[in-house]
C-alpha cells in the first residue's frame, strides 16, 4: 500500500503463462473491452501495455487471470465445493469430448438447466456463448460449454488505423489479426493449409489479355444473385460465428450488403437468432445456407423456421460432410459444436429438395468437380456454387478456381452453362480475381475470410468500404481488358500462366 490516504499503484502484471492459476493483485490496468455479462459477474477486460496481451480482472476477487473466467460463467464457484472452483480451456473441451449427444439450445434449456442463472437480459447473448452439454463420464450431470469464450465476450476492438487508410485485403487481415483475440483469429484463419494456400496461388496462374480501342467509359456491374438484382457480383457467403467479429452478428452482415445491393447468404450456425437476423433485413427475402447436421431433425427444424420466416433461396452445404480430426475439427466442427452428417446423399438430396415449398429455388455450394456439377444439372437444382469453403474442409485438394475452371467446360460443353446459375467462392481477395472467376463462367463471387476481418477492424461500415473497394477495382480491370458490362466476360479474356492441374 501506498502513503496513507492514498491509493497503491497498481501492480505490474507480468505476461502469464496458459495454464497459469489465478493471482491476487490491488487494482487492474485500465480496461480497455468489456461486455454485459463480463461486467454483470464483476469481471473487466483489461490489456497489457507492453505486450497488448488481454487478461481479466475482477476487483471484488482481486483476481487477474490470462484464462477466462470459466468458472464464473459456467456457475461453478459455489456450486461445486468438493471440485476445483475453475475450469480451463482444456478441461472444457474435454468435456464437449465426452459428450454422448449435442442437443439444441431449446431442448438444453429445457431438460439441463443451468447451475446459475445468467445476469438479467442477457439471456439471447448468453445462449448464443454455450450450449449445454451431457457429460458422461464426469461428476457433473451436466457443464455449461463455452464456445470461444475469450472472443465472444468482448464487444469492442482495439482500432488505430481509420476506415479510409484500408487499400487492399490484405490491410484489413494485417489490423484484424491485431484487433481479435487468438482464438477469434484461429477460428477465421483455421482450414487445411495446403489447400488454402492453392486457392490463392491459383489466381496467379491466370493473367488478364489487355484490349484496346474499347468503349469503356460506363461501366455496370449490375447482375442478379440468387435471383435478386444487385448493384455488384461479389456477395457475402455464410460464416459461422459472426459475434465474432461484431456486436450484432450476422444482422449486421445483412445491412452491409443492403447498402451495397448485394446478398448475404445466413448460415444455419447464426450466432444470434434467425428472427434477428431477418429482422435486419428490409425486403426479408434472405437466401439461407443449409446444413444437415447430425441432428437431422433439429437442421429440418431450423430450415421450416428460416422458410417461415420469408428465406427466398436455400443454398444446401454438401462438402462439409465427411469426418474432421485435428486442427480441423478444432477450427470448425470442434468450435461450434455442430458436426454435419455423414448421410448426406444425392437421395438424402432430393428428399430436402421435395420439403421446400413448390418453385423455391435451390443451390448446391461445395461442387468442385465437373462430374458432380452434371449430376447437379440431372438433380433439377437451380444453382451451384464452386467452392472448397475456403480450404477449410479438404485438405491436399485442387485449387477452387481450377474446380471452376473443369466445371465452367463441363457445363458449356453440355449446352447448360447460363441455363444453370453457376457461383465461386474461395479465395478472392480483390478485384482482379473476382474478374478472373467471372470470366471462367462465374455469374457472381462470394468472400468469406475479407468481410470478417473487414467486420473485426470497422463492423458495418468496414464490410461496406470493403465491398465498395472490391467492387471498384473489379470496374477498373473491366476496363482493361475493354469490358463494360458482366456479360461480356469470357475465358478468351485471360491466358494461362502456368500450366493448371489436369485430370490423370
Not at 491509493?7 to 490491488?26: G, K, L, Y
Amino acid at each position: 500500500m501506498g502513503k496513507k490516504g492514498q491509493p497503491a499503484a497498481p501492480e505490474t502484471v507480468e505476461d502469464p503463462t496458459d495454464d497459469e492459476e489465478e493471482r491476487e493483485v490491488d487494482a487492474p490496468l485500465p480496461p480497455e473491452a468489456a461486455s454485459k455479462i463480463l461486467e454483470a459477474l464483476d469481471w473487466q477486460v483489461c490489456v497489457m501495455p507492453s505486450t497488448r496481451q488481454r487478461y481479466f480482472y475482477s476487483k471484488t476477487r482481486r483476481q487477474a487471470r490470462v484464462q477466462p473466467p470459466y468458472h464464473s460463467i459456467l456457475g461453478l464457484e459455489d456450486t461445486f465445493s468438493h471440485h476445483p472452483s475453475w475450469i480451463d480451456r482444456d478441461v472444457a473441451w474435454d468435456m464437449h469430448g465426452a459428450a454422448t449427444s449435442i442437443m439444441s439450445r431449446k431442448q438444453s434449456l429445457q431438460n439441463h438447466p443451468p447451475a446459475s442463472t445468467l445476469p438479467e437480459g442477457s439471456t439471447s447473448v448468453g445462449l448464443d456463448l454455450c450450449l449445454f452439454v451431457p457429460v458422461a463420464s464426469r461428476t457433473w450431470a451436466s457443464a455449461l460449454l463455452v464456445l470461444d469464450l475469450e472472443g465472444a465476450m468482448s464487444s469492442q476492438h482495439l482500432q488505430t488505423r481509420a476506415l479510409t487508410d484500408f487499400e487492399s485485403c490484405s490491410e484489413y487481415e494485417e489490423e484484424a489479426k491485431r484487433s481479435l483475440t487468438e482464438s477469434s483469429w484461429d477460428y477465421i484463419a483455421g482450414g487445411e493449409s495446403d489447400t488454402m494456400q492453392r486457392n490463392l496461388d491459383a489466381f496467379k496462374s491466370f493473367a488478364l489479355r489487355p484490349r484496346i480501342l474499347q468503349d469503356v467509359s460506363c461501366i455496370s456491374t449490375d447482375c442478379s444473385i440468387f435471383g435478386k438484382r444487385c448493384a455488384t457480383p461479389i456477395y457475402l457467403s455464410s460464416l459461422a460465428k459472426g459475434c465474432l467479429v461484431s456486436k450484432g452478428g450476422e444482422a449486421t452482415f445483412v445491412r452491409a450488403a443492403a447498402r451495397c445491393r448485394t446478398r448475404f447468404i445466413v448460415p444455419s450456425i447464426s450466432s444470434v437468432p434467425l428472427r434477428d437476423v431477418w429482422a435486419a433485413s428490409e425486403s426479408c427475402d434472405l437466401a439461407f445456407q443449409f446444413y444437415l447436421l447430425g441432428d437431422e431433425v433439429s437442421s429440418i427444424e431450423r430450415l421450416h423456421e428460416a422458410i417461415a420466416l420469408g428465406a427466398s433461396a436455400i443454398v444446401v452445404t454438401v462438402d462439409a460432410n465427411a469426418p474432421r480430426k485435428g486442427a480441423l475439427f478444432r477450427a470448425t466442427a470442434g468450435a461450434t459444436g455442430v458436426f454435419p452428417s455423414p448421410r448426406l446423399s444425392w437421395s438424402r438430396l432430393a428428399e430436402l429438395k421435395a420439403m421446400l415449398p413448390r418453385g423455391m429455388p435451390m443451390y448446391l455450394k461445395g461442387v468442385q468437380t465437373a462430374e458432380d456439377a452434371l449430376k447437379a444439372v440431372a438433380a433439377d437444382v437451380a444453382g451451384i456454387i464452386v467452392s472448397n469453403h475456403g480450404g477449410r474442409v479438404c485438405g491436399d485438394s485442387m485449387a477452387a478456381l481450377h474446380c471452376l475452371e473443369d466445371v465452367a467446360s463441363a457445363l458449356r460443353a453440355a449446352g447448360v452453362l447460363g441455363k444453370i446459375e453457376l457461383y465461386f467462392d474461395s479465395g478472392v481477395r480483390s478485384g482482379r480475381d473476382a474478374l478472373k472467376a467471372l470470366c471462367l463462367g462465374a455469374t457472381a463471387v462470394g468472400i468469406g475470410r475479407p468481410y470478417y476481418w473487414a467486420a473485426a477492424c470497422h463492423e458495418e461500415d468496414g464490410i461496406v468500404a470493403l465491398l465498395q473497394m472490391l467492387t471498384s477495382e473489379l470496374q477498373h480491370a473491366m476496363a482493361q481488358i475493354g469490358t463494360s458490362t458482366l456479360h461480356e466476360l469470357s475465358p478468351d479474356s485471360l491466358c494461362h500462366v502456368v500450366p493448371a492441374p489436369s485430370r490423370l
